[in-house]
T-cell receptor, first 113, second 112 residues
Framework: DTGVSQDPRHKITKRGQNVTFRCDPISEHNRLYWYRQTLGQGPEFLTYFQNEAQLEKSRLLSDRFSAERPKGSFSTLEIQRTEQGDSAMYLC???????????FGPGTRLTVT | KQEVTQIPAALSVPEGENLVLNCSFTDSAIYNLQWFRQDPGKGLTSLLLIQSSQREQTSGRLNASLDKSSGRSTLYIAASQPGDSATYLCAVLRSNDYKLSFGAGTTVTVRA
């Protein structure tokens, strides 16, 4: 297995546009997490899935954000009506079980102009 | 609420010097602690994971210690090299909800 992958690696969009990111976890991992990281800060938890069920969403995740994990495999994170404050690195991680090590993908760098 | 602090925020050392990076956390109810490396504009690479029952973990030139009762962890990097230049992040896995809480990181520069 090649690890967690994310696509695209970079996205530049204009304010008000919608964007969608994809994450492919390590194949046998049942847990998938999304984090957001702004410059000079550590990643902050956004949401996570156990298999296909989205179990928790952070208050950081406004109504403009939605995440899915159909069939418990890959996940998508969509941001509608992007704002400049959405500019950040979006990181995906996966793990086998809640208490085990989380493996991170390379991230998607979003720039909203 | 779990707060994770890393001091110093930045560190510059000459090649060959040993590095000491500190991490502190406010709630000792953790399942494990991870140290990550992050290169500019890249994702996170896991370096070491210490379970809450362990006192230290070693991998090559890296050694991490954990004192859960005092809420502290230290990452030691022996004989630093320019390739060690990166940001190092620590994160604790909270035992009540299994979420990772991260520090803001220590940015290390190793001068040749």
């Amino acid at each position: 297995d090649t690890g967690v992958s994310q696509d695209p690696r970079h996205k530049i969009t204009k304010r008000g546009q919608n964007v969608t990111f994809r994450c492919d976890p390590i194949s046998e991992h049942n847990r998938l997490y999304w984090y957001r990281q702004t410059l000079g800060q550590g990643p902050e938890f956004l949401t996570y899935f156990q298999n296909e069920a989205q179990l928790e969403k952070s208050r950081l995740l406004s109504d403009r954000f939605s995440a899915e994990r159909p069939k418990g495999s890959f996940s998508t994170l969509e941001i509608q009506r992007t704002e400049q404050g959405d500019s950040a690195m979006y990181l995906c991680a996966s793990s086998l079980g809640a208490e085990n090590e989380q493996y991170f993908g390379p991230g998607t760098r979003l720039t909203v102009t | 609420k779990q707060e994770v602090t890393q001091i110093p925020a930045a560190l510059s050392v000459p090649e060959g010097e040993n590095l000491v990076l500190n991490c502190s956390f406010t709630d000792s109810a953790i399942y494990n602690l991870q140290w990550f490396r992050q290169d500019p504009g890249k994702g996170l690479t896991s370096l070491l994971l210490i379970q809450s029952s362990q006192r230290e973990q070693t991998s090559g030139r890296l050694n991490a210690s954990l004192d859960k009762s005092s809420g502290r962890s230290t990452l030691y990097i022996a004989a630093s090299q320019p390739g060690d230049s990166a940001t190092y992040l620590c994160a604790v896995l909270r035992s009540n909800d299994y979420k990772l809480s991260f520090g803001a990181g220590t940015t290390v520069t190793v001068r040749a």
